[in-house]
């Protein structure tokens, strides 16, 4: 346990100390913020810090945290090590940055904000690209919750002939269209401190778990195992970093933090509500590492089995822990995580068409109008996959790649935004990160079999090719901004 041990601390005392970097570098100042200078009653709400954080936490914290570093964890005790390695130096970043670019911005979706930083055309591109992973996270995040909830918690089959699966899913369709019509403090803020009571409970009793219930053996990093022993003989490098995205970095976290950007009363707000955030997230996918890991060591499962199929794993580690009535406060818990994303995805998608389409978003009729089409959409895709006996692992592959490949827009806007406003050391914080996914998500794409399936070699040189040409275009239209001394915030400094 003690490689286990190392990594709370690693993330803990990294949370520290980078995030009064991060801090430092952004200046969070006095000036209005959008919730203010924008009040429409609708998106645009002041609410308080506390919620803000709770609100987030629960928008960003999908399965991803969960079913991510369950199968993570299949590589050995390293991720251990490089989840909260990755969630400080990467995600912790990207969320926080991101925050903050959008208040600077008046509450910007992220869209507009890659219009404003880089060009027309890749705001084309990345409007097509985001509302697909949009229309991915609503059906992955219905698929999942609905199934446990049909399977482990109801016990009814969750065969898609099984009329009981589809009224679970209906269910949870209505409440995605409630919250996704209804201003954000009418629904979302007040339903979500129930949420994230359940999750955060559950999270407490499985983290406890770990050091009270006998058999959870955690394996320790050694130099036999560093490298990663998937019994697949999967390779550490790309595969680890695209299955554990929620936990390190998600792409789609830049998409929620605009939404509470406009919700924010304050800019010293961002390091609690953002950052601190996606620290408590990557404390979430620790837990499941280790909860995965220890259910192996008690020979519950094999690692064929999380293999497979890493969903009955939740429900086997909640039983096995907290017997049966703390076993389903659990997976209540469980369930709360991605139906709290999906509702917010699609609500994000809302906002971002309105805003791309100029259409006002007040009048109910708009919203409405365009969340029917958003449902539709989803609704056809959930019906596919579902009818597929393979159709909800190529819908997860897709989604876990499509994901990490979005973040590398967000790290290339916070580069350029830094770079832009003249700092020499502190774009590298955002670049960094921004050239590993990039080398990490065209490789995987290119050795993949749902990809190009070139070879291992060829697929690694090709990602490194253009991760460099990514971090030359990056910092060249900083420097770019710079130099025109275009303007890079459009809320006064007051």
């Not at 919730?35 to 629960?58: E, Q, R």
């Not at 390779?235 to 792409?251: D, E, K, R, Y």
């Not at 994303?341 to 809302?350: E, I, M, W, Y």
């Not at 991760?467 to 007051?494: F, T």
Request: charged share 10%; net charge positive.
């Amino acid at each position: 346990m003690y490689t286990f041990l190392i990594g709370l601390v690693i993330l803990f005392v990294g949370a520290w100390a980078y995030g009064n970097i991060c801090e430092r570098v952004m200046k969070p100042d006095e000036r209005k913020t959008p919730a203010y200078t924008k009040a429409d009653g609708v998106d645009f709400i002041p609410m308080k810090t506390w919620k803000n954080s709770l609100v987030n936490l629960l928008n960003i914290a999908g399965t991803g945290p969960i079913l991510g570093p369950i199968q993570g964890i299949l590589f050995g005790p390293v991720a251990f090590i490089l989840i909260p390695v990755g969630n400080i130096f990467g995600g912790a970043v990207h969320d926080y940055f991101c925050g903050m670019l959008s208040l600077r911005n008046g509450g910007m979706q992220m869209p507009a904000l890659v219009n404003k930083y880089t060009n027309k055309s890749v705001y084309n591109i990345y409007n097509v690209f985001i509302s697909i992973l949009m229309l991915l996270v609503g059906t992955v995040f219905i698929y999942v919750p609905g199934d446990i909830t049909a399977t482990q918690v109801l016990g009814f089959s969750g065969a898609a002939n099984d009329i009981s699966t589809w009224v679970v899913y209906g269910a949870i369709f209505s409440y995605y269209l409630v919250a996704t019509l209804f201003p954000i403090d009418q629904i979302i803020g007040k339903i979500y401190p129930v949420f994230g009571a359940i999750l955060l409970i559950s999270a407490i009793g499985v983290f406890a778990g770990l050091f009270f219930i006998d058999g959870y053996t955690l394996m320790e990093v050694s130099p036999a195992n560093w490298m990663g022993i998937h019994p697949k003989g999967a390779n550490l490098i790309p595969i680890f970093f695209i299955t554990v995205a929620c936990g390190i970095v998600s792409g789609f976290h830049s998409s929620q933090t605009a939404i509470i950007s406009r919700t924010v009363t304050g800019e010293r707000q961002g390091r609690m509500t953002f950052f601190n955030m996606m620290v408590l997230e990557g404390f979430i996918a620790m837990i499941w590492a280790a909860a995965a890991m220890g259910l192996m060591a008690k020979g519950l499962q094999t690692p064929d089995d999380i293999f497979a199929n890493p969903v009955p794993t939740i429900g086997l580690v909640c039983s096995d822990m907290l017997g049966k009535v703390g076993g389903i406060l659990a997976l209540l818990g469980v369930i709360v995580l991605p139906i709290t994303s999906g509702d917010t995805a699609l609500r994000s998608l809302r906002l971002m068409i309105g805003e791309f389409l100029h259409i006002d978003q007040r009048p109910a009729k708009n919203r409405l109008t365009i969340s029917s089409i958003i449902f539709l959409i989803v609704a056809g895709i959930l019906y596919l996959a579902k009818l597929s006996p393979s159709g909800f692992t190529i819908l997860w592959r897709y989604f876990a790649w499509s994901n990490q490949a979005l973040a590398v827009f967000a790290f290339a806007l916070i580069t350029i935004y830094l770079v832009g406003r003249g700092y020499a050391i502190a774009p590298y914080m955002s670049l960094i990160p921004g050239v590993w996914y990039t080398f990490i998500t065209v490789s995987f794409i290119c050795n993949a079999a749902i990809g190009l399936n070139l070879p291992y070699s060829v697929s690694n040189g090709i990602g490194v090719v253009i991760a460099l040409i990514y971090a030359v275009l990056v910092w060249r239209r900083g420097a770019n901004m710079r130099d025109n001394k275009v303007s890079l915030e459009s809320v006064p400094q007051y």
